[in-house]
């Protein structure tokens, strides 16, 4: 495991940046899968500004998303489908046909979960998974549970998540309950993984999932299990 400590926010998005850039450079055709929520909010605008200085051409890469609310579609502005247009893929190069993002209103989520997953390995995997750490310790929305799942599926959001995710909503009984979520398998087969946290209230959970055991209860702890982590931490 790489693990990085910078300065502060705007250094760690620059550094998750470069990254992200590099594995672009490196393979014009590669298959990004992407995260949504505060953390990378930063990356994707030194990424945005990448591709308008002509650094990072996006014109061949494919995106998967991890997850998206239950009920949520893309015209409604708190949906992840929502976020990813506005913060990076309207900014950027990337054809809008190659991005993916769970469709959570899909009549059948089991089956929606079956073709994600599908398109995943169709797509020959993902080369670098960008990922955020909730304060439960999920990674896109694997909550704590007595397993680990490995496909695609609809969950139950934590209390501690919706709490946490209410911030962007007008008022907690807005946050939908319920989401789909990339499993544990297509994170783990990501040839590369980068893991970005900041702020002291994340520290206590990084480190418990970076050096605790590995269980279900802490979902991002299984990430110590891949063989090409990196992690990027800042306090600020
Ligand atoms: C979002 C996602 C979540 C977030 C996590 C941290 O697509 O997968 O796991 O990464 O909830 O969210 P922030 O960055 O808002 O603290």
Redesign the pocket.
Known sequence: MNYIIVKDYDDLSRKAANIIASQVILKPGCVLG????????GTYTKLSEMCASGDVDFSKVTSV???EYEGLDGTNDQS?RY?MDKNLFDKINIDKKNTYVPNGCAADLKKEGEEYDALIKSLGGIDIQL?????DG?????EPDEFFTKETHAVELDPS?IE??S??FASIDDVPKRAI?MGMMSIMQAKKILL????KN?KEILDKALTGPITPMVPASILQLHPDLTVIYSEN
């Open positions: 992407l995260a949504t929520g505060s953390s990378p909010v998303n991890l997850d992840y976020f990922l955020g750490i909730g304060l999920h990674i896109g929305f694997n998540t946490a995710n911030r962007f979520t970005i946290a900041n702020g994340k």
